[in-house]
């Protein structure tokens, strides 16, 4: 997993007395672009090879037998989810044994077991 910004001054940094050009925002973009295209292949890449296998998952947010968690391994608000269907009603803070169904570049989907 790997993660990107573009870099921007930050109110009271030494790093802003140093006298250096910013890199120009055109630049920041393309390059911020790139690197989240080829993130996204090696993310999918990594996440297909989870299907079918099963993982404990933290229920985050529950909705009857919809919900959406994260494995041990995703922090919250930065990393993927996971999707999850149940037979039965889930709540959040359960920790539920999902078989993962389907992957895509960021999140997983899977039925609780």
């Not at 090879?49 to 995703?74: C, F, M, N, Q």
């Not at 922090?75 to 999850?84: F, K, L, T």
Request: net charge positive; hydrophobic share 35%.
């Amino acid at each position: 997993r790997a993660g990107c910004f573009k870099y921007e001054p930050v109110k009271g940094a030494r790093s802003n007395d140093l006298g250096l050009e910013q890199v120009p925002q055109e630049v920041k973009e393309a390059r911020w672009h790139r690197f989240m295209q080829r993130q996204q292949k090696n993310s999918a890449a990594q996440l297909a090879k989870k299907v079918g296998k099963r993982l404990p998952v933290l229920i985050d947010e529950a909705h009857g037998t919809s919900a959406k968690g994260r494995t041990k391994y995703d922090a919250p608000e930065i990393d993927g989810s996971v999707h999850i269907q149940s037979r039965r009603p889930l709540r959040a803070g359960e920790i539920v044994t999902v078989k993962i169904d389907r992957a895509d570049a960021y999140d997983l989907y899977g039925s609780a077991v």
